[in-house]
């Protein structure tokens, strides 16, 4: 029968254990986590995603016209004035404020389409809130789909 005299780990072995621990740790952690900068790109994106889809609801329920510039975002929450109007009115289109916002805590901006144009323009300005940028500080327009992918 084989038997040791050794009894548990040497200090080197121990130390070796734990820094492969701590490494599995913080490769999870960032893993799970992620990037806050990349998180909000990312909700910003879903939420425009909503804005848009209730845009597109709204047009539907009004003859395919899309909120005035006047009425902006706030069309899709409150219903409006005139009779005519707020009969076709089927809202609220969106519940909650909040997406209203990006995730940074900005409003959208939104323009309402002239004349021939169809297309509406949606977007927000990121995390520095301002035109141009690059990565989580770029802007997100909803014309420019490749803006949308985050």
């Known amino acids: ?3 040791s005299n050794r009894r548990g780990l040497t200090p ?3 130390l070796i254990i734990a820094v492969l621990v701590a490494a599995l740790g913080l490769t999870l ?9 990349e998180q909000e790109r990312r909700e910003t994106i879903e939420r425009m995603q909503l804005v848009m889809d209730a845009l597109e609801r709204y047009a539907m329920d009004h003859g395919g016209r899309f909120p005035t510039n006047e009425r902006g975002l706030q069309a899709l929450m409150e219903p409006p004035s005139g009779e005519i109007e707020t009969a076709r009115w089927r809202g609220p289109y969106i519940d909650d ?5 990006d995730a940074w805590g900005a409003p959208f901006y939104y323009v309402a389409p002239e004349g021939d144009d169809h297309l509406y323009r949606l977007w927000s300005y990121g995390a520095n809130r301002a035109e141009g940028g690059t990565g989580a500080e770029a ?5 420019n789909r490749s803006t949308m992918i985050p």
């Open 1 to 3: 029968m084989y038997c």
């Open 12 to 14: 080197s072995e121990t």
């Open 29 to 37: 952690a960032w893993r799970f986590t992620g990037d806050p900068a």
């Open 97 to 101: 404020s909040e997406v209203l916002h």
């Open 139 to 143: 802007d997100i327009q909803s014309w």
